[in-house]
């Protein structure tokens, strides 16, 4: 059924509607609109709770509310409920809800929000709902400041507890999972009191090993208990050689131990060619002195002396010295055979040897050869003097020319019929030069080589198998411009030209191409007469 009823209009308000009407749930009632005959209700009521509204006209209502659940109000499936943005939605004269920002709804300072029950948090694929059981009084929850993005506790999940007390905790019947403990109450928390800590305390009987051992006391240690880790025996004394031990005492060496050490000494060490391990068992301190050195002084050596090893255990110092043999004036014989000498003295590096005397040589005369006795030595420009009577024939057996160092004549043959004959015996065939006379500046070209005295008659100049030849081609002259051969005689005369003092000569015509025949050039070199 439809009831339709048109209500009087108030003129300081809306249309008004009845005040009780009792209709079906499939009943509605209907406000239609200012203008009678529209299509659709602008406003309807349906007999199942639900509120309808729409714009009016030939538009069906799209919007409503209704009731949820039980103490449960809201808008329509799909719909949804809108403040202006400018706008308030107040409840009552004291709560207001307005939109604080963009997607933010926010109540008034000093309002509250009150859900009753439950309240759901919507999401994409499951809700989570959050509901309260009814207290017996009014209750504050308090969400403290964490101090950063924190996450909450549940009573399920598997979550890891920091910074927070425990104060008398209640502990299930099976006691913690992750210690074993007596408490007071095996279900009681809290700090396990001394006086329940009976009969597991003992005196510790930890013995000290090489490799670590669980044990099987079911008692424990006092914090302040003492273990016996030392003894009262005093350590081993140690001695030079001794093995290394791991040892077999179950005690421990105090920090602060001392073992026994070998004694100090004086030094007994023997210095000798050999090494030798010794048997004390006292050291020597490191400034000890050790005996290497005794108060005898060296011995003093002579040339001659054996090398020998030596006896003595002790060591000779860095700037010992040995007694060395003196000097002394050289008294050195010089004689034609070695003689080791007896003396013990040496001669300085410097000494000056008496190898020569200040007798004059003995003078040459042609006497027989003698070895001599004299115990001195030629000197090296020692000079020999020519006696002024010679006995015997000189015989030179090298090159090297008499020397003259005074115009002394060399020889001076007074008899009659004196003479001197210079013989080169030669072993070998004659050649090359056999006699060489020269004068005392050898350099000199007028110097005069050879000069024959007459004495009281004309000398002459022999040869005998020997060629007077000049010592090179076209050089040397036969006698000179002062001094001219009075007469010159040969059986054959080969010569080149014939030169003439006024500068005229005699040539060969072949010389100037003319041809065989003798040719007569004047001064200047032009050809004079032709002979053929």
């Known amino acids: ?21 009792f209709v079906q749930s499939t009943t509605a009632f209907y406000w239609r609109g200012l203008i009678l005959g529209e299509a659709t209700p602008r406003f309807r009521i349906r007999g199942d709770g639900r509120v309808e509204m729409g714009p009016g006209g030939d538009s069906a209502p799209d919007v409503g509310f209704e009731r949820i659940a039980a103490n449960v ?21 004291d709560v207001v809800l307005d939109r604080s920002a963009a997607d933010t709804l926010r109540l008034a300072d000093g309002d509250s929000f009150s859900v009753r029950t439950s309240f759901i948090l919507r999401q994409a694929t499951a809700n989570y709902t959050v509901q309260w059981n009814d207290p017996v009084a009014a209750r504050t929850l308090t969400v403290p400041d964490p101090g950063a993005n924190d996450t909450y506790t549940f009573l399920l999940a598997t979550q890891t507890l920091e910074g927070k007390t425990l104060i008398t905790p209640t502990v299930s019947a099976t006691g ?33 090993g090489s490799a670590a051992a669980a044990g099987v006391a ?38 602060d131990h001392t073992h026994g050490r070998e004694a100090f000494a004086t030094p007994a060490i023997v210095l000798g060619s050999a090494a030798a391990a010794g048997v004390a068992t006292t050291l020597i301190r490191s400034d000890s002195t050790i005996a ?156 005069t080589r050879v000069t024959l005295s007459s004495g009281v008659a004309t000398a002459e100049l022999r040869f005998s198998a020997v060629d007077v030849v000049p010592n090179a081609d076209n050089t040397l002259n036969l006698g000179t411009a002062a001094l001219r051969w009075s007469l010159i005689r040969g059986v054959t005369v080969t010569s080149g030209d014939f ?34």
């Open 73 to 93: 109000f809201g808008p329509l499936a799909g719909d949804s409920f809108r403040v202006p943005t400018d706008g308030e939605l107040q409840f009552g004269a």
């Open 176 to 208: 913690w999972t992750n210690a074993n403990h007596a408490h007071a109450a095996v279900d009681s928390g809290g700090q396990i009191p001394f006086s329940n800590l009976t009969g597991i305390f003992a005196t510790p009987a930890i013995v000290l």
């Open 292 to 447: 290497a050195f005794d108060t005898t002084a060296p011995t003093t050596s002579a040339v001659g002396d054996a090398a020998v090893v030596g006896t003595v255990a002790f060591a000779a110092r860095r700037d010992h010295a040995h007694g060395r043999e003196a000097f002394a004036t050289p008294t050195i014989v010089l004689g034609s055979a070695a003689g080791a000498g007896v003396a013990t003295t040496l001669i300085r590096s410097d000494a000056t040897i008496a190898a020569f005397d200040t007798t004059a040589p003995a003078a040459v005369d042609g006497s027989a050869a003698a070895v001599g006795t004299a115990a001195f030595a030629a000197r090296r420009d020692h000079v020999h003097l020519l006696g002024t009577t010679i006995t015997n024939a000189l015989t030179f057996s090298n090159a090297s020319p008499i020397a003259l160092s005074a115009a002394t004549p060399l020889f001076d043959a007074t008899a009659a019929t004196a003479n001197l004959t210079i013989r080169v015996q030669r072993t070998a065939a004659n050649t090359g030069i056999a006699l060489t006379i020269q004068s005392f500046n050898g350099l000199d070209a007028n110097t």
């Open 218 to 255: 079911t008692t424990t240690i006092r914090s302040d208990g003492t273990i016996a880790a030392f003894d009262t025996t005093a350590p081993t004394t140690s001695a030079v050689g001794d093995a290394a031990a791991v040892g077999t005492v179950a005690f421990a060496a105090r920090r």
């Open 499 to 532: 030169a003439f003092e006024n500068n005229w000569r005699l040539t060969e015509a072949e010389a100037l191409g003319l041809g065989e025949g003798i040719a007569v050039v004047r001064p200047d070199g032009s050809v004079s007469h032709l002979f053929r």
């Open 1 to 21: 059924m439809v009831m339709v009823q048109t209500l009087p209009r108030d003129t300081a308000g809306p249309y008004l509607g009845p005040i009780d009407y």
